[in-house]
């Protein structure tokens, strides 16, 4: 495994930017925290590395945040997707890649968020 490779026993967190992105009942994330956004997410869907960056240094990242989840990169991939590093100056940095945008694929894209959403567990509102 190559250093631009993540292990399948690794942890991403993604920011939950969006407070419509959790559901405030069961506090359970909705499939559009993982749609992919053709003018903001041209090389994926971003994500940060547990081995680099804590949850709350996720969160910290963003002006406005409403959560974290975390994902295991092994079901990310059994999905069909892969999980990629985005640079070496940040580490921490990585996008899940394969994913279509509604525009490409809507059933598609729908479907992989639905469940990239069920795959997903919610840490808790860690956000300023």
Request: with cysteine; proline share 6%; net charge positive.
């Amino acid at each position: 495994m190559g250093p631009d490779r993540l292990g399948d026993e690794e942890t991403v967190y993604r920011a939950l930017l969006r407070k419509q992105w959790v559901d405030p009942d069961t506090h359970t994330i909705k499939r559009d925290a993982f749609m992919r956004r053709p003018q903001k997410d041209d090389d994926g869907l971003s994500v940060f590395r547990s081995r680099f960056a804590r949850p709350e240094e996720v969160a910290g990242r963003f002006q406005r945040c409403h959560g974290v989840c975390e994902l295991k990169v092994s079901a990310i991939r059994k999905l069909g997707l892969d999980v990629r590093p985005t640079s070496e100056t940040d580490p921490a940095h990585a996008v899940i890649v394969g994913l279509p945008t509604y525009d490409e694929n809507p059933s598609e894209a729908l479907k992989l968020a639905v469940e990239l959403a069920k795959n997903a567990r919610l840490l808790g509102k860690l956000c300023k």
